[in-house]
């Protein structure tokens, strides 16, 4: 990923808040017929230090477990909030008109062996943090004890868990962060004026830049 030094984003904190915020990551493989994506929920485990594991789970009848290259690293992308700046937020525009439209984003890569995790106790315990990771804010979060246990089974049998202990990691917040004061102030107003959660979301980073 470029990567140049303004946008870069390496605190821990930080990283780990995007991926629990944003857990439906891509899946980057390397296979027989080539490169091959998938799109699965994650978790992250800050353990082993310090760069964590990824842990997500496959259809069994998804070939990306048997065909990728093990000497290859996978690549796991997540991203965050995303949307297009327009040269007409920037007050520089009616100064000297020298402005590009531009696209603001907060984007972490993640890079490590994959490793298949074909046990069923594996796979129990991962589906039970899994389901109570996102039912936690459910009034009556549903269990995966809620199912009969012949059907829960049946299901575990058709799947098959990945983890990635994760040698690389990389963030990029790109975040308006080459532009003046003058215009970062402008596009956090016009970003706040949408009223969308994924514009107010960006304006707050956009205001976290130090002036």
């Known amino acids: 990923m470029y990567q140049p030094s303004h946008f870069k984003e390496e605190r821990p904190e930080v990283i780990r808040s995007l ?9 980057v493989t ?6 091959e994506g998938n799109h699965m929920p994650f978790l992250y485990d800050p353990d082993p ?11 069994r009848a998804n070939p990306v477990w048997r065909e990728f290259r093990p000497e290859v690293e996978a690549l796991v992308m997540f991203q965050g909030p995303q949307l297009y700046v327009t040269p007409s937020w920037y007050p520089a525009k ?38 109570d990771r996102f039912e936690a804010e459910r009034k009556n979060p549903w ?20 983890e990635i202990p994760v040698t690389r990691i990389m963030g990029k917040w790109k975040t308006s962060q080459n532009r003046p004061g003058a215009d970062r102030e ?12 994924a514009a107010s979301k ?10």
């Open 94 to 131: 009616k100064e000297h008109g020298k402005v590009v439209p531009t696209w603001n984003y907060l984007v972490v890569h993640a890079y490590g062996p994959v490793r298949v995790m074909d046990d069923g106790e594996w796979l129990r315990r991962f589906v039970t943090r899994l389901t």
């Open 49 to 59: 230090v310090p760069l964590g594991t990824l842990r997500c789970h496959v259809a």
């Open 30 to 35: 390397l296979g027989q017929g080539g490169i």
């Open 19 to 27: 991926i629990a915020e944003h857990p439906l990551g891509a899946l």
């Open 143 to 162: 269990k995966v004890t809620d199912a009969p246990p012949d059907f829960v089974d049946s299901h575990l049998k058709a799947i098959v868990g990945i």
């Open 186 to 197: 402008n596009i956090a107003l016009e970003l706040r004026a949408r009223g969308d959660a």
């Open 202 to 211: 960006m304006a707050d980073w956009v205001d976290k830049i130090k002036k």
